[in-house]
C-alpha cells in the first residue's frame, strides 16, 4: 500500500521560506500527477499546487508567484518550496496523487507563519 510522508513544516516568521518534502514507498510520480494540499483550523482543505507526469504546474491563485512545485522522480518525492510566506499560509500540508480515489492521505506537515 502507498503511503505518503510530508516533512519540513515549521515555524517561521512572514517573509521567510520553506520547503516540504513528500516522499512515497511506491514510484507513483511517473504515473500520476502530484498535488500539495493544505487544510487551515475550521476549513477545508484546498488545493495549493500540481505538478503533472509531463512536468506542468498548476497553482492556486493565493500562492502563484510565490510557491513552486517540483519532483524527483529518482527519490519517489514531491516538493513545494515556499517563499514569502503569510499568516494565511498557516496550514497543515499534505500531497497526494491526483487521482480518485486518492491514496490514504498521510499526517501532513504543520506550517505555522507568525512573528
Known amino acids: 500500500q502507498v503511503q505518503l510522508v510530508e516533512s519540513g513544516g515549521g515555524l517561521v516568521q512572514p517573509g521567510r521560506s520553506l520547503r516540504l518534502s513528500c516522499t512515497t514507498s511506491g514510484s507513483i510520480f511517473s504515473t500520476y500527477a502530484m498535488g500539495w494540499y493544505r487544510q487551515a483550523p475550521g476549513k477545508q482543505r484546498e488545493l495549493v499546487a500540481t505538478?503533472?507526469?509531463?512536468?506542468?504546474?498548476n497553482y492556486a491563485d493565493s500562492v502563484k508567484g510565490r510557491f513552486t512545485i517540483s519532483r524527483d522522480g529518482a527519490k519517489n518525492a514531491v516538493y513545494l518550496k515556499m517563499n514569502s510566506l503569510k499568516p494565511d499560509d498557516t496550514a497543515v500540508y499534505y500531497c497526494?496523487?491526483?487521482?480518485?480515489?486518492?491514496?490514504?492521505w498521510g499526517q501532513g506537515t504543520q506550517v505555522t507563519v507568525s512573528s
Open positions: 497526494n496523487a491526483q487521482k480518485f480515489p486518492q491514496y490514504p
Open positions: 505538478i503533472s507526469t509531463d512536468g506542468s504546474t
